[in-house]
């Protein structure tokens, strides 16, 4: 892979660094703006959501014409010559605890109307990303030493022509500005149960809410995701999606012990990969754990919590 005669190809290579927040289906979607007049010419590993107006192209006609771009995963099934490295997990990203492999995903993006050296390709620029709703925000492209590629033997290295970073943060208040989750409690020792509280994550959601017994849950596509990831959940006291309910088991002067039960009440995701973080003075002193597995949390260890690389070839 090298320059083109009207621009470059890149590759484009996503990993998610959050310790335990991965995205979930539908997915990623990646935008950003041009800095001049580019075209895409072609995608292998991803695709354009929209071409846009390419009516001023006669013979080749791009892959997408936007000034303002969003690329998406290829599903799994895609043609194996649409498949790049990496790619094709309909835009599902793991997390780095629980699969380090499938939290990186690549692409191959072919730019044209670009530039054909390192002094006239100019960065894009207003970075955006979906995973799958709102909740992250990028930074700047910022041009970074060029990534070196070992050949299979070891013995040579060859050189990106270019290589730039964006890196994006995820927030839990942007992406909502209610909570997701509450919690209820219990005991061995008694038989009151508190319960979450009321309107909990927000009894504005209440017109948006549906009866466990409605009609509405037999409709066709009631339960298909939705791209800015808007809930369809069971009408309760809490309004929440998620409730965590931490029921105390046992409690010696050596050792207590709890039981955790999670209970889903939205209609249109399947937590299937979840995670549940908590936070105790005495989880650092833990010693048995059943039914799931466990990690600690190093707080701080690392500011990015999602980034991505483009290799010029």
């Known amino acids: 892979m090298s320059w083109t005669t009207d621009g470059y190809v890149a590759t484009v290579t996503m990993i ?32 354009a959501s929209e071409q846009g107006d390419c009516s001023k192209f006669k013979t080749n006609i791009p892959h997408c014409c936007l000034r303002n771009p969003t690329a998406v995963d290829l599903l799994p099934d895609a043609p194996y010559n649409q498949q790049y490295s990496n790619c094709c997990k309909g835009g599902v990203l793991a997390s780095m605890a629980q ?16 530039g054909t050296s390192n002094k006239t390709v100019k960065l894009p620029k207003n970075f955006t990303l979906l995973g799958p709703g709102p909740g992250y925000t990028c930074g700047p492209a910022k041009i970074v030493p060029s990534t070196l590629f070992p050949t299979p033997d070891h013995r040579r290295k060859t ?13 839990q208040f942007m992406a909502s500005k209610n909570p997701t989750c509450c919690v209820s409690f219990s005991s061995f020792y008694s038989d009151i149960i508190t319960p979450c509280p009321s309107c909990s994550c927000g009894c504005q959601n209440k017109k948006n809410c549906i009866m466990s017994n409605s009609s509405l849950l037999k409709m066709p596509g009631i339960n ?9 959940i069971q009408c309760t006291h809490h309004m929440c999606p998620i409730r965590v309910h931490w029921h105390v088991k046992l409690n ?3 050792y207590w012990r709890v039981k955790i039960a999670i209970t889903n009440f939205n209609y249109r995701m399947n937590y299937s990969d979840w995670t549940l973080v908590a936070q105790h003075p005495n989880l650092d002193n833990l010693t048995q754990v059943f039914s799931f597995q466990y990690k600690p949390l190093l707080p701080y260890q690392s500011i990015s919590e999602f980034t991505y690389t483009t290799n010029m070839f």
Do not use: H
């Open 16 to 47: 998610n660094f959050q310790t335990f927040r991965q995205i979930m289906s539908p997915g990623w979607t990646l935008g950003w703006s041009w800095a001049k007049k580019e075209v895409i010419w072609g995608m292998v590993g991803a695709q």
């Open 99 to 114: 699969d380090p492999a499938g939290a990186v995903t690549a692409f191959q993006i072919t730019v044209g109307l670009s």
């Open 159 to 171: 050189q990106a022509l270019m290589t730039w970073n964006v890196t994006c943060t995820y927030s």
């Open 224 to 232: 298909t995701p939705k791209k800015d990831n808007t809930p369809l």
């Open 252 to 254: 010696y002067k050596e």
